[in-house]
């Protein structure tokens, strides 16, 4: 509701800047586009949100809970604390209105809005792929090259790993490019074995209250103890 709420103003703001399109484009054409450029845009965000998961030190607070499993399975998927899901729900909202809104001004209207809300066929095809076992010991590995365009689920797995040097790797969702890009790609040739977990901390994080409450805890400590450093300086 909020992304139909957010592609409305973007549409009406459209209209406002631009005045009717001259040319609009077909259902077919609207329906395809969209669901490319809902794609890309998509996955960028996705990938941009999560390197901040791990660069910022108060998010990956929160963060940490999806890394402290040991073992992983398809159920690690959803081993997120509710600040990071309710981030991650932020941005797929605004993505989907400003898309939404977008193609809906293209369109002229001419597309359902319901249809906006259809089932993503290249999300699909990714899960198809195998993306369901990222979070499983199923080593899938895509071949060299296909691994600089889409991380494999083995990718992710690195992407898991307590080894230092695989830290903040391989954190797209379904594009490797903008790893690539951005110098955090990490390849499967020569991988074998991999351990997960962040060490010994993971047994912080063994419950469903400490998951939820060790990050709470560990961010209020940090503050304090930054502003009795601060107060000392002065």
């Keep these: 509701i909020v992304g139909f709420y957010i592609a409305f103003y ?3 703001w459209l209209l ?11 259902v077919a054409q ?3 586009l969209y669901t490319i450029t809902l794609t ?8 941009l949100i999560h390197l901040l998961m791990h660069k910022i030190p108060l998010l990956w607070e929160f963060h940490k809970i999806h890394h402290s499993a040991t073992s992983l399975n398809p159920i690690t998927q959803y081993r997120v604390h509710p600040v990071e899901l309710i ?3 932020i941005r797929s909202i ?11 001004y293209l369109s002229a209207h001419r597309v359902d809005k319901l249809l906006f809300l259809g089932a993503n066929v290249f999300h699909f095809a990714f899960l198809l792929f195998g993306a369901n076992l990222r979070h499983s010991h199923v080593k899938l590995k895509y071949p060299k090259y296909i691994e600089f365009i889409f991380i ?10 307590n080894n230092p040097i695989h830290f903040n790797k391989n954190m797209g969702s379904k594009f490797a490019i903008w790893d690539w890009l951005f110098g955090t790609l990490v390849l499967s ?18 419950s469903l209250f400490k998951s939820i409450i060790t990050p709470l805890s560990n961010i209020y400590y940090k503050i304090t103890n930054q502003i009795i450093s601060n107060k000392k300086k002065k």
Excluded: A, W
Excluded at 40 to 47: A, E, L, Q, R, S
Excluded at 152 to 161: D, G, K, R, V
């Design 16 to 26: 406002g800047m631009f005045g009717f399109p001259t040319y609009s484009l077909g």
């Design 152 to 161: 494999s689920p083995f990718q992710h797995q690195i992407h898991h790993s």
């Design 40 to 47: 890309i845009v998509g996955d960028f965000t996705t990938y």
């Design 189 to 206: 040739k020569n991988i074998k074995n991999l351990r997960f977990g962040i060490g010994t901390e993971s047994s912080s994080y063994n």
């Design 94 to 104: 605004i993505i989907f209105g400003l898309m939404t809104g977008f193609f809906d």
């Design 87 to 89: 981030i991650n729900n």
């Design 30 to 32: 609207t329906i395809i």
């Design 10 to 12: 973007i549409n009406e």
